[in-house]
T-cell receptor, first 113, second 112 residues
């Protein structure tokens, strides 16, 4: 059945290390997104991609990088430049950038030790 | 800046009663509003939406009301069921999904 798969669900990182979170979808959606959730706050957009080989910064892109080499995949790298990386990360997709409803993965919780 | 606010972090209701979850927004350019539901260890799932040309949208036990002049929307669940216990997120957008803004969520507990 179709959906979005994020991995890993839990990840621990030492300060100074880069980590990559995986996001794969088999919904044939053009648009994909990465959000960050912190306690007491709404989801905040990190990066989004409207189509393969294209991506744009969201509201809090500093310290993150992405790639969109395949339609199905939109990995997020949390770099050592991200000052406060401990958070819950959600990947989402939609049919296109303006179709409204987002489909979310189960999330990845990153903890920096 | 929080353009979408859910001021109640939690809500508890008895099974069979009405649950009312509230959401306020500040950006008058928002024209599409959504509610998502999230169970523990799962991603949020879309529940119901409303466009700014309407003031009410109903889907079974779920109804969303939009008051544009007050910049307020609410989700009514009638009757509430224990399976409705989850975190509910309100979201608003101004055309494209990259403009979508989310509230912090309200945790609903429906007691049997």
């Amino acid at each position: 059945d179709g959906g979005i798969t994020q991995s890993p669900k839990y990840l621990f990182r030492k300060e100074g290390q880069n980590v990559t979170l995986s996001c794969e979808q088999n919904l044939n959606h053009d648009a994909m997104y990465w959000y960050r959730q912190d306690p007491g706050q709404g989801l905040r957009l990190i990066y989004y991609s409207q189509i393969v080989n294209d991506f744009q910064k969201g509201d809090i892109a500093e310290g993150y990088s992405v790639s969109r080499e395949k339609k199905e995949s939109f990995p997020l790298t949390v770099t050592s430049a991200q000052k406060n990386p401990t958070a819950f990360y959600l990947c989402a997709s939609s049919l296109s950038l303006n179709t409204g409803e987002l489909f979310f993965g189960e999330g990845s919780r990153l903890t920096v030790l | 800046d929080q353009q979408v606010k859910q001021n109640s972090p939690s809500l508890s209701v008895q099974e069979g009663r009405i649950s009312i979850l509230n959401c306020d927004y500040t950006n008058s350019m928002f024209d599409y509003f959504l509610w998502y539901k999230k169970y523990p260890a799962e991603g949020p799932t879309f529940l119901i939406s409303i466009s700014s040309i309407k003031d009410k949208n109903e889907d079974g036990r779920f109804t969303v009301f939009l008051n544009k002049s007050a910049k307020h929307l609410s989700l009514h669940i009638v009757p509430s069921q224990p399976g409705d216990s989850a975190v509910y997120f309100c979201a608003a957008s101004a055309g494209n999904n990259n403009d979508m803004r989310f509230g912090a969520g309200t945790r609903l507990t429906v007691k049997p």
